[in-house]
């Protein structure tokens, strides 16, 4: 099914730059949504996705803000979906994002381990996450929740655990035409 669709994995969740305006010293769903007001502009003030400026704060934490980093560092290292798939249903489904299982996740999905925590340490992470929260941030103050997922730009009704997801993603490409993938019969 991967060859049939666009996936896009966003490793941001209610994440958001402390802004001064916004900020505060732990997080705060209000701050985000007052972050995510004053950044979601044509042009953003400075300190709206600067770390340096800004600290970064994570919802359950700075262990989340290292584990949307990782994630986002396998995206972009991964030569295919499939292998960033790979690592992210280990990572997060076999291991709940447990940062040590992080090299394990990097061998069994054929990541470079080193790349990947280099990139996770680096200069090339910290423009992952503000790529990252340039995207969520783009989806304004109705995103209540993670996970947030759309289908064809528009939100999947039900929520987490989004039971009628294939469903959805099946309609979605029987509308586009073509051949349909095994995994959609009875869809």
Same mark, same amino acid.
């Given at each position: ?8 994995? #966003?490793?941001?969740? *209610?994440?958001y730059? *402390?802004?001064?305006? +916004?900020?505060?010293?732990?997080f ?11 950044? *979601?502009v &044509? ?7 600067n770390?340096?400026?800004s ?9 989340? +803000? ?6 986002? +560092? ?6 295919s ?14 291991h ?9 996740? &990097? ?11 280099? +990139? ?9 996450? #503000? ?5 969520t ?6 995103k209540l929740?993670t996970?947030?997922?759309? #289908?064809?730009?528009?939100?999947? &009704? ?5 039971s *009628?997801?294939l ?7 029987? &509308? ?12």
């Amino acid at each position: 099914m991967l060859a049939a669709v666009d996936f896009e994995f #966003v490793p941001w969740g *209610n994440a958001y730059f *402390n802004t001064t305006s +916004c900020g505060g010293a732990d997080f705060d769903k209000q701050k985000m949504f007052c972050w995510v007001k004053q950044c *979601n502009v &044509a042009d953003p003030a400075p300190e709206c996705f600067n770390s340096t400026l800004s600290p970064i704060l994570c919802q359950h934490g700075e262990t989340e +803000c290292q584990q949307d980093t990782l994630e986002g +560092c396998a995206f972009a290292l991964a030569s295919s979906a499939q292998q960033s798939l790979d690592f992210l249903l280990c990572f997060e489904g076999d291991h709940a994002s447990d940062l040590s299982s992080a090299e394990k996740c &990097a061998q069994s999905s054929g990541l470079d381990y080193g790349a990947l925590s280099s +990139c996770a340490s680096g200069p090339r992470g910290a423009r992952i996450d #503000v790529q990252n929260a340039v995207k969520t941030v783009k989806l304004g103050s109705a995103k209540l929740g993670t996970p947030w997922v759309l #289908v064809d730009g528009t939100l999947v &009704a039900g929520g987490p655990p989004y039971s *009628n997801l294939l469903s959805v993603v099946c309609k979605s490409l029987q &509308a586009a035409g073509g051949d349909l993938p095994a995994g959609c019969n009875g869809h």
